[in-house]
């Protein structure tokens, strides 16, 4: 075989070995063989059921039920203290409670009330010793003027005016401050005639007046003003509903006193008008329960004008003074015993610079004998 031939052989050769190398490499391992089971967690997909659905929620939450809120217990001990007298068990200091700030019905019961003799009680004081101020509202026969002399000359002042020795009647812990504005008529009160009712407006509040007493008239009957009495009755229920206002919570009205008409001043004064005005007061005191009768003046002076009335028929002598001040003070005390505790200063619930005044509160009197 010459060498082509030779070479062509060992090429088809090559060939054949090439061949049986890339079947072998191609063929399946065994083809007979059942192909493998699906691993289930494997498997496609699209061959699983769909898991079950979740419900929904609901689009209206329901709130968790919410906890009840403790009640705030604003109750709280006060020490009672008579300072003067006892309670009805012989002493002269107790306990009890407030109830939620503003219930002040234990203080006024028969165990809590104490008495003293000569004296009556009135109320509690946050103050030991505290002093009840009494606001007066007149003319010069509330400033305490004589008034003139046969001779027409202008006497002096009274030595105790009547407001001072009404006070004195009242006993310890209480005071007077006399706003007497002389020849003022009531409408001229009503109209603040010289800042007169804005002073009386400022004194109340600055004292904390609860009582305040007013008697007017005299000034309204003079001829030179001769103020008819519907005028003069809307002037004292001006005055008397700025007081009220104004934190007064008793208010006492008094008639206008009777004058003598042969008195070099009384002459001035029409009795006629001094009647109606009378009537007008009394009308007041039935319409306004906030007001309380004072003294009728014009009975008590005409019926002895001689125990009051100096010599110009108007004006009072220091004794018709005097008398006239056991009268006011039994007016006061009247008014005041008819309303226990009404003068007792207020406690503001929820308020601790308040509260904390009324951890000791001290007895007030009003003097009987």
């Not at 209206?60 to 809120?69: I, K, N, Q, S």
């Not at 009160?189 to 009386?200: I, R, S, T």
């Amino acid at each position: 075989m010459s060498g082509k031939g030779k070479l062509l052989l060992c090429l088809v050769i090559a060939l054949v070995v090439a061949l049986g190398v890339l079947y072998s490499m191609t063929k399946p391992a065994n083809p007979t063989a059942e192909p493998p089971a699906e691993d289930p967690q494997t498997a496609d997909s699209t061959n699983q059921e769909p898991p079950a659905e979740e419900p929904a929620e609901s689009e209206t939450p329901v709130p968790p039920a919410e906890e009840p809120e403790a009640e705030e217990n604003n109750d709280f001990d006060v020490t009672l203290k008579t300072t003067e007298g006892a309670f009805p068990d012989g002493s002269d200091s107790l306990k009890t409670t407030l109830t939620d700030g503003g219930n002040f019905a234990p203080l006024y019961t028969a165990e809590t009330i104490p008495a003293r003799e000569g004296f009556a009680f009135t109320g509690w004081d946050a103050k030991k010793n505290e002093e009840e101020t009494v606001v007066f509202i007149g003319d010069s026969l509330t400033m305490g003027e004589l008034g003139f002399a046969p001779d027409g000359s202008v006497m002096p002042t009274a030595e105790t005016p009547a407001v001072d020795r009404t006070v004195q009647f009242l006993g310890d812990g209480w005071r007077a401050v006399n706003l007497a504005a002389g020849a003022k008529t009531s409408v001229q009160w009503a109209a603040n005639d010289e800042g007169v009712l804005d002073n009386a407006v400022a004194t109340i509040q600055e004292n904390d007046a609860g009582v305040v007493c007013i008697m007017m008239g005299p000034n309204d009957a003079n001829t030179a003003f001769a103020v008819q009495p519907a005028d003069y009755k809307a002037g004292l229920q001006t005055v008397i509903a700025t007081v009220e206002q104004a934190g007064a919570k008793i208010v006492i009205l008094h008639t206008a006193p009777w004058a003598n008409t042969s008195g070099n001043l009384g002459k001035a004064l029409d009795l006629g008008l001094l009647e109606a005005y009378r009537i007008a007061v009394q009308e007041i005191i039935s319409e306004d329960p906030a007001v309380y009768a004072g003294t009728d003046m014009y009975a008590v002076v005409s019926a002895a004008p001689e125990l009051y009335q100096g010599p110009d028929g108007v004006h009072f002598t220091q004794e018709g003074y005097d008398r006239i001040a056991v009268d006011w003070a039994a007016a006061i005390r009247a008014a005041v015993l008819e309303n226990v505790g009404a003068l007792s200063a207020p406690y503001a619930p929820g308020d601790p610079a308040e509260k904390a005044l009324w951890l000791s509160l001290y007895a007030h009197w009003i003097q009987t004998e």
